[in-house]
């Protein structure tokens, strides 16, 4: 069910987002709308993520990071690069 919701915005603000909603095909609404979703999703385990974390989980191997923090990417690195 939508409800309304009255927002205050600096001007220029606005029609920056106007711009890249219609660039995006879609609504500010809706875009505002999935931001306030995406910022307020948790994790299983109850921490807070967003998209952009889940979207990077799992790209460095766990191996990577149980070497040490950077002694482990650097090693990661230079195989992946080989």
């Not at 890249?20 to 609404?29: C, E, I, N, P, T």
């Not at 307020?40 to 040490?68: H, M, W």
């Amino acid at each position: 069910m939508s409800s309304k919701l009255t927002l205050s915005v600096e001007k220029n603000v606005i029609e920056r987002a106007k711009h890249f909603s219609r660039k995006q095909h879609k609504s500010l609404s809706k875009l505002v709308e999935g931001y306030l979703r995406d910022i307020t999703r948790t994790s299983a385990d109850g921490g807070d993520i967003t998209n952009k974390v889940a979207a990077l989980s799992g790209v460095i191997p766990a191996v990577a990071v149980r070497k040490g923090k950077k002694k482990g990417y650097a090693d990661y690195l230079a195989d992946k690069y080989r």
